[in-house]
Nanobody, 123 residues
Framework: QVQLVESGGGLVQPGGSLRLSCGAS????????IGWFRQAPGKEREGVSC????????YYADSVKGRFTISRDNAKNTVYLQMNSLKPEDTAVYYC????????????????WGQGTQVTVSS
């Protein structure tokens, strides 16, 4: 059974940084595209970033370009989302998800999902 687990969320002040991790059990992440999505209270889930499995291409939402970086460490079977210069509007539950490609990103149509990790940006 495919399982994804996010970690690294927490409370951070505006301008601060966090690194989210997405780990997996039951399958090897490097064969899949991995997307990060977020959902704030009362809002729809939105795509934040995606990294492909084929050539490592990366995609970002305009709202996070230049501040967030997605990367993968195949040796650790982990995908990371480095988040810098965080803003209060980045507050949300962040989810990682797996799919054969980033083709459907930023739509939340990915096959397998983690349980989410809360990120709160507040002073």
């Amino acid at each position: 059974q495919v399982q994804l687990v996010e970690s690294g969320g927490g409370l951070v002040q505006p301008g601060g940084s966090l690194r989210l991790s997405c780990g997996a059990s039951g399958f090897t992440l490097d064969y899949y595209a991995i997307g990060w999505f977020r959902q704030a209270p009362g809002k729809e889930r939105e795509g934040v970033s995606c990294i492909s499995s084929s050539d490592g291409s990366t995609y970002y939402a305009d709202s996070v370009k230049g501040r967030f970086t997605i990367s993968r460490d195949n040796a650790k079977n982990t995908v990371y989302l480095q988040m810098n210069s965080l803003k209060p509007e980045d507050t949300a539950v962040y989810y990682c998800a797996a799919d054969p490609s980033c083709r459907t990103y930023p739509m939340a149509d990915f096959t397998s999902w983690g349980q989410g990790t809360q990120v709160t940006v507040s002073s």
